[in-house]
């Protein structure tokens, strides 16, 4: 049991580190991308970062909605992973259209796999376990090392102008953390949650999969 948790607990620390790389390429490059890669105006460019962000941090409340109750944790954490690498990927397209609809995607899985990671991680700790603050401390940690990952990266190609490099190897951050994710699956299951013991499963993933889907497109129209 002790060895079961350990590994989890390394899975879902390099599953915190690899999928944080994406947003922070984003955080820190996408305002000269669309200004320097695309010739968009300051003000534009600014404002549309600004918005990234803001839309970020409030989709992890949705995601908080959604985890437990609609979709198991891990699963929408799968289904994160897959969004962000499917959003970086299109981002990698020098194009405003390819731009809008990559961070539309991109918002849709960042914003919602945040509050995943964190419970996952809650779950495998009784209450008072002392070693759940540990736990944190470590899986922040991890957080902050991919935040240092993808600020180094994004400082080397901004240099070389190869926005469309940085982008693909964002999207390759969030396919590990993916397949991170796979490979602990068994681990990860929801505990205790009201989807857990739903007799429903099958129709709340598909509610779920409605939001996410509905999602997409509201924050597309909103660029």
Same mark, same amino acid.
């Given at each position: 049991?002790?060895?079961?948790?350990?590994?989890?607990?390394?899975?879902?620390?390099?599953?915190?580190?690899?999928?944080?790389?994406?947003?922070?390429?984003?955080?820190?490059?996408?305002?000269?991308?669309?200004?320097?890669?695309?010739?968009?105006?300051?003000?534009?460019?600014?404002?549309?970062?600004?918005?990234?962000?803001?839309? @970020? $941090?409030?989709?992890?409340?949705? /995601?908080?909605? =959604? &985890?437990?109750?609609?979709?198991? !944790?891990?699963? %929408?954490?799968?289904?994160?992973?897959?969004?962000?690498?499917?959003?970086?990927?299109?981002?990698?397209?020098?194009?405003?259209?390819?731009?809008?609809?990559?961070?539309?995607?991109?918002?849709?899985?960042?914003?919602?796999?945040?509050?995943?990671?964190?419970?996952?991680?809650?779950?495998?700790?009784?209450?008072?376990?002392?070693?759940?603050?540990?736990?944190?401390?470590? @899986? $922040?940690?991890?957080?902050?090392? /991919?935040?240092? =990952? &993808?600020?180094?990266?994004?400082? !080397?190609?901004? %240099?070389?102008?190869?926005?469309?490099?940085?982008?693909?190897?964002?999207?390759?951050?969030?396919?590990?953390?993916?397949?991170?994710?796979?490979?602990?699956?068994?681990?990860?299951?929801?505990?205790?949650?009201?989807?857990?013991?739903?007799?429903?499963?099958?129709?709340?993933?598909?509610?779920?999969?409605?939001?996410?889907?509905?999602?997409?497109?509201?924050?597309?129209?909103?660029?």
């Amino acid at each position: 049991m002790e060895s079961s948790i350990l590994k989890t607990r390394r899975a879902l620390l390099f599953m915190q580190m690899f999928s944080t790389i994406g947003f922070s390429v984003l955080f820190s490059t996408l305002v000269l991308y669309a200004t320097q890669g695309l010739d968009l105006e300051d003000r534009y460019a600014t404002s549309l970062t600004a918005g990234f962000i803001a839309f @970020n $941090y409030t989709l992890h409340f949705l /995601g908080g909605a =959604i &985890g437990g109750r609609l979709m198991s !944790y891990r699963l %929408l954490f799968v289904v994160g992973m897959l969004l962000q690498a499917a959003g970086c990927a299109i981002i990698s397209i020098p194009s405003v259209f390819s731009l809008l609809l990559g961070l539309s995607v991109m918002l849709s899985g960042a914003g919602l796999n945040v509050i995943c990671i964190n419970c996952m991680l809650t779950q495998l700790f009784d209450p008072h376990d002392k070693r759940r603050e540990s736990a944190f401390l470590w @899986n $922040y940690s991890g957080m902050n090392f /991919g935040f240092l =990952i &993808g600020f180094s990266m994004s400082g !080397y190609f901004q %240099l070389q102008q190869n926005f469309s490099v940085l982008f693909l190897l964002s999207a390759l951050g969030s396919l590990i953390s993916f397949f991170l994710s796979l490979l602990n699956w068994r681990h990860l299951r929801d505990k205790d949650t009201v989807y857990s013991h739903a007799r429903n499963q099958r129709k709340r993933i598909f509610f779920a999969s409605l939001i996410i889907i509905a999602l997409i497109f509201c924050t597309r129209s909103r660029g």
